[in-house]
């Protein structure tokens, strides 16, 4: 195996471990219309030596997957002598996807450093004042939107790299993806709307 497929798949291996992390998070985050299974399940995930762990270990999985990612670029960008105008058939220009995936990045940081000082005793209160703001609702609303389209295409990728290119395994990815990004979206969205 070439160093280049080497680290694809160990890149494709992180990306699959934050999205299991993903599933996990968002379904966690559902038990946030019973107040009292949510604060529960805070209450064991942050005493027990489970939170710092798993931070690290996504942080880490982060940091992997976009340090491999930017050393594949560099790889591809040497063997092609004439660069991209635009990228794959939805006909989005190099420049913002670079900048949708740097968007990305900006908006886990912000998230995990808003989340890391919250006051643990109380989850839920901290999360329903995050947000009242109307400018959180839209800041994290963009970072789902972003993070939906890039996990769709990725994962569409991986399938057709193992072979898998028939049309209904491709929207089953998509409708896998979009069903994520709406499970995160419907607790700021309830706290904003209906909470308020
Ligand atoms: C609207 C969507 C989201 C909500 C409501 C939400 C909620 C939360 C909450 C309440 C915590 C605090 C946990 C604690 O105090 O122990 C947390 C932490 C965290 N979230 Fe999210 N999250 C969302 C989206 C995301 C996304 C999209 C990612 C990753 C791309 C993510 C990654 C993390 C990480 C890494 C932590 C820190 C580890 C931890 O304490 O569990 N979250 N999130």
Redesign the pocket.
Known sequence: MSLLQLQKRSMAIAGVA?LG??VF??LT?LS?FSQSAFTQF?EG??IGLI??P??LI??GA?VFHVKTAIKIRKVNSKARTVDYQIHDKLMISAALVTASIGF?LF??IV??LQ??T?D?DH?YQ??SG??QSVWMLVF?MA??FV?TMHLSHSLANVLQTLGKTSVSCHYLVWAACILLGLG??I??LYIFFVMS
């Open positions: 934050m992390y993903l998070h968002m985050n946030f805070y995930y942050n939170r710092w798993i931070l996504f942080a982060v990305l908006f886990i998230h995990i989340t890391v919250f643990t989850v901290e999360l995050l947000f994290y970072g789902l993070m995160f979206a607790v700021p």
